[in-house]
């Protein structure tokens, strides 16, 4: 089936299996290789990608249903090439990561929380990645990056830096 897939704000038609997932799509046929595959159905949230800008599980979705819809994955965030958007740098700065493994889905969900509710509160910050797994338990350093983007976003009056 022709599927148009609109990621990353550019169009790609491609041709697909109707049962070929989002991620794989992502994946295999894009070669957006941000979008991690972990356990595949729906409990790690390393797939993570956004639609219509809020966090969905890829690896739920078929490629066929996100027709039409607008996409996010992590290799849409930097602001150019070679550069890191304000969320990606905190991390960095926090040693947010570890193997880096969750790192994409915790980043545009993190995205998602800060364009909704830019001060949040730990607890919201807690509540939001609460369905990311990160197997190096870094979630202290995670929840700093997340709450040094946000203290960095107050200041810069930036909202499209997240
Ligand atoms: S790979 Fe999709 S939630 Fe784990
Ligand atoms: S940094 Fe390794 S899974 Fe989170």
Redesign the pocket.
């Known amino acids: 089936m022709k599927v148009l897939l609109n990621v990353n704000h550019v169009e790609h038609e491609i041709d697909v299996e109707p049962r070929l997932t989002l991620l794989d799509a992502l994946r295999d046929n894009m070669r957006l290789t941000g979008v991690h595959t972990g356990c595949e159905h729906g409990v790690c949230g390393a797939c993570t990608v956004l639609i219509d800008g809020a966090p969905a599980r890829a690896c739920l979705i078929f490629a066929v249903q996100a027709d039409g819809l607008a996409i996010g994955t992590i290799e849409g965030l930097a602001p150019a090439p070679g550069e890191l958007s304000l969320i990606q740098d905190a991390f960095c700065e926090t040693h947010g990561?570890?193997?880096?493994?969750?790192?994409p889905g915790?980043i545009l969900t993190a995205h998602a929380l800060l364009r909704e509710n830019p001060s949040p509160s730990r607890e919201k910050i807690v509540a939001a990645i609460s369905g990311n797994?990160?197997?190096?338990?870094?979630y202290g350093q995670?929840i700093e990056a997340i709450e040094l983007a946000a203290r960095r976003l107050a200041g810069s009056n930036a909202g499209d830096a997240a």
């Open positions: 990561m570890q193997c880096g493994y969750c790192t915790m797994i990160c197997r190096c338990t870094g995670i």
